[in-house]
């Protein structure tokens, strides 16, 4: 049995290791079990998961399909290295996800943010298949949130997780953001899509013979909140991109898998970008999976070249992911979700438009499909954030759960905002609940 110890402080440490937790001393309630769009903690309180955990948990809670698949899957066998054994459940993973997306080549991952490394890393090794090796620069936008690896941070525009690797980051994060609240200043969205297109023209010029391509999430999410582009912004940049030979890669972790009421969020405006990096609802919690959508161009040119990609994860593709992430696919297509995210989205919209008239804090609602935003406001005409950042999220993030509903923190450090973003699954009913 481990002793106490006494610090060099003088304080006593209590036996073995503790935990080392988001926010030192903060007091959360601990989670006991999840039933469809419910969680329960320890005290028997229930919460309406009113943010799929983290915009994850696409499919809900203890979904029995999912942990029937999960649990067969793990009794023939959850580990098997990808650099020795190729594994049935990945390659209908990716051969399924390939149908639902339109991609021909699947990479599969662990999280969000190694997925974005490795589509980066895709991006660089298609340049020095090339005979380019010097093209090295990514643009993403100023506000925006890819992932807490060294690469996704880089592209980041997130000025608290940023801030204690600073030191280690690229400054990637440079295009304006298409987020019309705060950066269109009374343009229309023609204006202001030619705006932002022609300062990612402007980053593209001087990174000259470096450049190497352009990262956006195609509604920005952990950072300022569903932010939702004007339409034409995506199409144009995607022209953009292609004039100059560039790469497109779309970070869908949050907003692919049908959460916006389409399977990718880019197919909203018929983009069909080089790489689409996806993580959270594959896996949708019960198992965790990414991949990165490659497609023909990037893979011919390294087949030509060293017709290798080794660099990945222990995990990567792993058996047991494989399964689980079929299994949600699956899901995903005969339960209908993609088309229930949509109409249920419309319908979390309009309450919530309703709740934005009778509330001042909320300066505006946006979003597409089951992904849908409030900035919070301090002064809904001045479009004040509150001070200090961060204080408005924080206040309301908690609010909700002591009322028994859950939502997500999104500031992007220049702004208050919460995501609300229930399980593709939810009914008519439960949006009406989560509303109330
Ligand atoms: N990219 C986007 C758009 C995200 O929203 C996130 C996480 O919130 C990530 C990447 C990183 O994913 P993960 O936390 O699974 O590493």
Redesign the pocket.
């Known amino acids: 049995m481990p002793q106490a110890t006494t610090t060099r402080s003088g304080r006593m440490q209590p036996a073995g290791s503790r935990l080392i937790k988001f926010f030192f001393g903060e007091e959360l309630p601990f989670v006991s079990h999840g039933r469809g769009v419910f969680v329960y903690d320890t005290d028997g309180r229930r919460y309406l998961d009113g943010c799929s955990g983290?915009v994850t948990a696409n499919l809900g809670h203890s979904d029995p399909e999912i942990l029937r698949a999960l649990h067969e899957q793990a009794e023939r066998i959850t580990f098997a290295h990808r650099g020795t054994f190729h594994s049935e459940q990945s390659e209908a993973l990716a051969e399924r996800l390939g149908a639902m997306t339109g991609y021909p080549y699947v990479f599969l991952c662990n999280?969000?943010?190694?997925a974005?490394e490795t589509a980066l890393r895709l991006t660089l090794q298609y340049w020095r298949e090339r005979g380019e090796p010097n093209r090295s620069q990514f643009a993403s936008h100023a506000v925006s949130?890819?992932?807490?690896t060294l690469g996704?941070l880089s592209l980041s525009g997130h000025p608290q997780r940023r801030r204690v690797a600073e030191a280690l980051l690229h400054e990637f994060n440079e295009l304006t953001p298409p987020y019309a609240y705060r950066f269109a200043e009374g343009r229309d969205d023609a204006e202001f899509t030619e705006l932002l297109v022609n300062h990612t023209a402007e980053v593209l010029d001087a990174h000259g013979p470096a450049a190497a391509g352009v990262v956006v999430?195609p509604v920005g999410?952990?950072a300022g909140g569903a932010i939702t582009p004007p339409d034409g912004y995506l199409q144009a940049l995607a022209g953009l991109c292609r004039e100059r030979g560039l790469p497109l890669i779309a970070?869908e972790?949050?907003t692919g898998m049908g959460r916006t009421g389409m399977m990718l969020a880019s197919q909203h405006w018929d983009v069909r970008p080089d790489l689409v990096?996806l993580?959270?609802g594959m896996g949708a919690g019960y198992a965790p999976v990414?991949a990165v959508l490659v497609s023909e161009e990037i893979i011919d040119a390294i087949a030509a070249g060293t017709a290798s990609v080794t660099n990945g994860h222990t995990y990567g593709g792993n058996p047991l992911g494989s399964a689980v992430a079929l299994a949600v696919l699956e899901a995903i297509e005969s339960r209908g979700l993609v088309a229930n995210a949509a109409e249920r989205g419309k319908q979390l919209r309009a309450g919530l438009e309703a709740l934005a008239r009778r509330h001042e804090v909320i300066g505006e609602v946006r979003g597409l499909g089951l992904l849908q935003g409030l900035e919070l406001v301090s002064d809904r005409v001045a479009r004040s954030p509150g001070a200090p950042i961060g204080s408005l999220t924080r206040a309301a993030t908690f609010a909700a759960r002591d009322q028994g509903l859950l939502v997500y923190p999104a500031t992007g450090g220049i702004n208050n905002a919460i995501l609300v973003a229930p399980p593709l699954t939810v009914t008519a009913e439960e949006i009406d609940l989560l509303l109330e």
């Open positions: 983290a999280s969000g943010s190694e974005v949130y890819h992932g807490a996704g999430e999410g952990a970070d972790v949050m990096v993580g959270k990414s």
